[in-house]
């Protein structure tokens, strides 16, 4: 499989390298397969499932309004997590079946031990909100 530059672009903009550990939590089928192909193509290796007892570097968590608790999905996916590791919180686009509201996002990641530090137009229906333990935000300073 060929990832193209632009698909491998999707990867990039999730901070993943060759090399990298990525755990997957939460697909399911309307996840992005091509920047899922991304992902694999550029870490080199296909991605971990919540069974793994490999270390994160990455945690890609696909999740939806209605996937339940989004505090207990991110304290899931803290378990596997590299200290400086990074969850990627994918979320549906706003207008798009299963859209997350900003604002619970916000409200939950601290409790969970989460900061957000950024968000991006992560696929075509996927935007993605980048969350790390304070610890590993301080160490980037």
Known sequence: MSVDSGSAGMA????????????????????????????VEVSGSEMVDEDTDEVADVVILWWREDDGDLFDALTDALTSLADEGVVWLLVPKSGRPG????????????TAG?????SISAAKDWSGIRLVTPKAARSRR
């Open 114 to 118: 989460l900061s957000q530090t950024s």
């Open 12 to 39: 990039a903009r999730l901070g993943i390298k060759p090399g990298m550990v990525v755990q997957e939590l939460g697909w399911d089928e309307d996840a992005d397969e091509d920047l899922r192909d991304s992902v």
């Open 99 to 110: 859209h997350v509201e900003p604002g619970d996002v916000t409200e939950v990641a601290p």
